[in-house]
């Protein structure tokens, strides 16, 4: 199974951090880990991925547990135009298989 | 950065008819391209690799007869809802792979009415 696991809905006040969970626990050591975001009628868009270690970027950051069964994706301020659905996903034979992601509520 | 385009982005038909929708890598040459359905507050769902050259992989459970992909070139993949259905109503969507991450097409919502 390639699916992860991630919380259905979280939360977030506009300007804070926020910190998403994902577990992969049944990860192999070739396997990346990508992040995507959707917004309503529209393609998922890439935000970040990450093999080993941690990644960062001008969007986010990914946090790579040492066992790489989990990650954490970092929004250091989030704003409005974050809430979404995001997406994390195990990277295996260069297939995206989504799983079921975590909606985004950002606050004002 | 790497740039898909889809078209049409909506599009409504008849029922019975085939519906044709277009995915362009307008940057890069994508020997693979993926197909993607999504119906109302899931998920999307893989449905076919799209290889250049060579035919298409499905995934269990998709009709290939239903679901033509056809790649004939590095920047072009399309697929073609034969004799739609009203179920086959549903958000595709196209992605093509690169070093820096997938690139996904902007989708495209079918009616069949």
């Known amino acids: 199974d390639a699916k992860t696991t991630q919380p259905n809905s979280m939360e977030s006040n506009e300007e804070e951090p926020v910190h998403l969970p994902c577990n992969h626990s049944t990860i192999s050591g070739t396997d990346y880990i990508h992040w995507y975001r959707q917004l309503p009628s529209q393609g998922p868009e890439y935000v970040i991925h990450?093999?080993?270690s941690n990644v960062n970027n001008r969007m986010a950051s990914l946090a790579i547990a040492e066992d790489r069964k989990s990650s954490t994706l970092i929004l250091h301020r989030a704003t409005l135009r974050d809430a979404a659905v995001y997406y994390c996903?195990?990277?295996?034979?260069?297939?995206?298989?989504f799983g079921s992601g975590t909606r985004l509520l950002v606050r004002p | 950065g790497a740039v898909v385009s889809q078209h049409p982005s909506w599009v409504i038909c008849k029922s019975g008819t085939s519906v044709k929708i277009e995915c362009r890598s307008l940057d890069f040459q994508a020997t693979t391209m993926f197909w993607y359905r999504q119906f109302p507050k899931q998920s999307l769902m893989l449905m076919a690799t799209?290889?250049?050259?060579?035919?298409?992989?499905?995934e269990q459970g998709v009709e290939k007869d239903k679901f033509l992909i056809n790649h004939a070139s590095l920047t072009l993949s399309t697929l073609t809802v034969t004799s739609a259905h009203p179920e086959d109503s549903s958000f595709y969507i196209c992605?093509?792979?690169?070093?820096?991450?997938?690139?996904f097409g902007s989708g495209t919502r079918l009616t069949v009415v």
């Open positions: 799209s290889n250049e050259g060579s035919k298409a992989t499905y």
């Open positions: 990450g093999l080993t």
């Open positions: 992605s093509a792979g690169r070093r820096d991450g997938y690139t």
């Open positions: 996903i195990r990277v295996s034979s260069y297939k995206l298989i």
